[in-house]
């Protein structure tokens, strides 16, 4: 049988009540490691509301192209002489590079071991990259020409191209060029000799021309020019030899020893960056698992 609580019993309940709560209050609850949070008593999943959300930001054109490895136009100029030039370089070419294509761009371009390159007043290292230095499009590279530039011959003139081409330093003196050396011609008798008679036992021989010519007027290994350069620095020429290699040795380790025969042959040519460029498109290493 259930009754109404009422006057001073009713606030003895209640504060018992609340003191009982406060107590219990202070100890951590614990479950079951089979607890689950009834269906009712779960958070309620956020709803998700149509809004409109801003387009990404779209990078400018001097952020693509630093991002890409494009090739761009800069100019290259020098104050004494007057000379000016508009190359293509891509940001992953290394200086070296760079001085090739300013050497191959026109007839008188210095040759590439004769520039030293400058920017904002600092010298450019041949083994760093151009994106290395922030070069960009349309940017101005100072060169700076070493001495004797001029008295070495270009390789279009000596393939029959314009020998005094406009713009370039003339030399004031030739350069004299070592002549040939006068043939030689052995005989046994004195041809001027008319009415004799021959006293050695053995006939006359013919005569003998001796070609003692001077060893400069024979055919040889030229100095190498921009375009033996651009051929040895481009990986798809290596990959070519590398593909030859490996057909013509049917042990990998030889094919990859017979190319790096090749490319040491020719690396006092190319600059750390090149042989590291070739490398990476081949995909062969140095020997040992060591750059060359």
Request: aromatic share 6%.
């Amino acid at each position: 049988m259930s009754y109404k609580i009422s006057g001073s019993r009713l606030q003895e309940e209640t504060a018992f009540a609340k003191r009982y709560l406060d107590q219990i209050s202070e100890h951590a609850v614990n479950y079951a490691d089979d607890f689950v949070t009834p269906p009712e008593k779960r958070p309620r999943r956020m709803p998700v509301l149509a809004m409109d959300v801003a387009e990404p930001p779209k990078l400018s054109d001097k952020e693509v192209r630093e991002s890409s490895n494009e090739p761009f136009s800069l100019t290259v100029k020098s104050l004494k002489p007057a000379l000016s030039f508009t190359v293509q370089i891509a940001p992953s070419d290394s200086i070296q590079q760079l001085k090739a294509n300013v050497a191959s761009s026109s007839s008188t371009a210095p040759r590439a071991e004769f520039q030293r390159l400058l920017l904002k007043g600092k010298a450019l290292a041949d083994a760093k990259l151009v994106k290395e230095y922030g070069i960009a499009e349309g940017a101005t590279v100072n060169m700076v020409l070493k001495p004797g530039w001029d008295d070495v011959p270009k390789a279009g003139s000596e393939l029959g191209g314009d020998p005094t081409p406009t713009g370039a330093s003339i030399p004031k003196e030739p350069v004299p060029q070592p002549g040939a050396i006068p043939s030689l011609t052995i005989s046994d008798a004195d041809p001027a000799a008319e009415g004799t008679t021959s006293t050695s036992a053995f006939p006359a021989r013919p005569l003998t021309t001796l070609d003692i010519s001077s060893p400069a007027n024979q055919p040889g290994p030229s100095n190498s020019t921009a375009e033996f350069h651009n051929t040895i620095a481009d990986p798809e020429f290596w990959k070519k030899v590398y593909a030859l290699c490996q057909s013509e040795f049917l042990s990998d380790h030889e094919a990859d020893g017979c190319w790096h025969a090749f490319l040491s042959g020719v690396r006092t040519k190319l600059s750390p960056g090149e042989i590291a460029k070739i490398q990476d498109a081949v995909g062969v290493t140095g020997m040992g698992g060591s750059p060359i």
